[in-house]
């Protein structure tokens, strides 16, 4: 039988089937994973399993993140020769190399997990209509990148939940689909590159790929989920899941990861675990009815401040605030943030000092090994006040965030050495107090606008009153 229930007339003819395509993009790994069960099904096994280096989009990410999609090949390719296949690697634009490989194999489907970004979604019409012309099929899966697919769960007035409270109600009524049937593979004989050599890896930064995700998954739901609503927000314990980046690049399945977090009878751990998992669909169906959120304010404001210089000194983590600057320093070494100093770093940029949360967002999307642009772009307005929050003009003071947060301060002290020595959290949060000779002789910037309200610049910044 064909993925779609249709009899496969090459098998009952008993002549070896045209091969299909399963053109991988942010779903690398073999479990769970519809598009490669498809393309293996229609195909009687034989599938091309394909994954082109888009040349449009690797120049712009950072060392770290091209080292993740690197190991994360690299598995693919042994998970793939596990079940009889093998990774075939491509490089250059995706819809003439698909089209190409089409060509050399003979074959008519492609099987490709549907995207939301306004890219993804011109790139699937292009691929389309370019095997269209060719006489091939372009087949389209849904619930690869999220566990709901975006538009499926809609109010009755629009395309699109923009409240995610109400979208979370209904999503967590809705059914999970059924986990993917891992396939047996033969690869046509077909050339491919050399995958390339992600290199040493680096302290401190997380290693791709699906067997390392899956390791890391199967340790935080037996010992860390239960206790996720008490500790999710505490700097200094880093005791989040660290799971955004294989989810980003579909090392793991969401809907897996839900249905082991035990969604249909959570305790309060797993339940905040899956309202994080929830917050990703909700991104994903605003950003498919608004692909336009990349680049364009939700919710219209006033002008952004201009100040290359505060910006530089954010993006470096020498802004002054300790907590700010811990933030930005552990994104720079480790290619990931915690979660709360996510939302305390974009606050300060976008509320404290004005400036454009595009700028903020197109620094995250570079360095972050999760740079998941839905989520980015999308928390990225829900602080700057242009997006979905019911409260955009809400300001997270750094100050009041710091001392809930990192109380003793050992987030801060470590990724800001200059403050290692300090025990006193009222210092290591605000060593201004110390005196400016104290701040020179520990080679630490004194802060670049007052949090309460000052100038910068020459401009008045906005006040950072403590909402939280």
Same mark, same amino acid.
């Given at each position: ?89 491509? #490089? ?330 300090? #025990? ?20 630490? #910037? ?23």
């Amino acid at each position: 039988m064909g993925w779609n229930g249709t009899v496969n007339q090459t098998s009952l003819l008993g002549t070896s089937p045209r091969p299909v395509v399963a053109l991988f993009t942010r779903d690398l790994r073999v479990h769970d994973n519809p598009v490669l069960t498809a393309a293996a099904e229609s195909g009687a096994g034989h599938t091309v399993p394909l994954f082109v280096l888009d040349d449009s989009i690797l120049p712009r990410i950072s060392g770290p993140r091209r080292r993740f999609l690197q190991e994360s090949l690299a598995d693919l390719d042994a998970g793939l020769r596990r079940l009889g296949g093998r990774l075939v690697l491509r #490089t250059g634009d995706v819809v003439a190399e698909v089209c190409r490989v089409a060509v050399e194999t003979g074959a008519t489907e492609v099987h490709l997990a549907r995207d939301v970004t306004g890219y993804a979604q011109a790139r699937q019409r292009r691929l389309a209509s370019a095997l269209q012309a060719q006489g091939a099929v372009l087949h389209l899966h849904d619930q690869i990148h999220t566990i709901q697919p975006p538009g499926e769960l809609r109010p009755a007035d629009r395309d699109y939940y923009s409240v995610f409270t109400p979208y979370w109600r209904r999503w967590a009524e809705a059914p999970l689909r059924a986990a993917a049937v891992t396939p047996r593979l033969t690869v046509p004989d077909i050339a491919g590159l050399p995958l390339p050599d992600p290199g040493p890896v680096r302290a401190g930064v997380l290693r791709g790929g699906e067997t390392v995700g899956r390791q890391r998954a199967r340790q935080w739901l037996e010992h860390t989920v239960e206790r996720y609503e008490e500790i999710h927000d505490d700097l200094a314990a880093d005791a989040t899941s660290k799971l955004s980046p294989y989810l980003h690049f579909g090392c793991l399945s969401a809907t897996g990861l839900a249905a082991r977090a035990g969604r249909d009878h959570p305790g309060p751990g797993p339940l905040a675990f899956l309202r994080q998992l929830c917050w990703r669909d909700f991104h994903h169906q605003v950003l498919a009815a608004r692909p336009d959120a990349v680049h364009t304010d939700l919710r219209p404001r006033g002008e952004w401040a201009e100040d290359p210089e505060a910006l530089a000194s954010w993006a470096e983590g020498r802004t002054g605030i300790p907590i700010v600057d811990a933030g930005m320093r552990q994104l720079a070494a480790e290619g990931w943030m915690h979660n709360r100093a996510r939302l305390i770093t974009a606050g300060f940029l976008g509320k404290t000092l004005g400036i454009d949360w595009r700028l903020g967002a197109a620094h995250f999307a570079l360095h972050l090994l999760d740079a998941d642009v839905a989520n980015n772009v999308l928390n990225w307005q829900w602080v700057a006040g242009t997006g979905m929050d019911t409260r955009p003009n809400r300001v997270l003071n750094p100050l009041r965030q710091a001392a809930r947060y990192d109380p003793t301060g050992e987030y801060v002290r470590r990724y800001v050495p200059e403050l290692a020595d300090l #025990t006193d959290p009222a210092h290591i949060h605000q060593p201004w107090r110390l005196g400016p000779v104290s701040l020179r002789q520990r080679g630490y #910037t004194a802060p670049i606008v007052e949090v309460s309200g000052g100038r910068v610049g020459g401009r008045t910044v906005a006040s950072a009153e403590a909402l939280f």
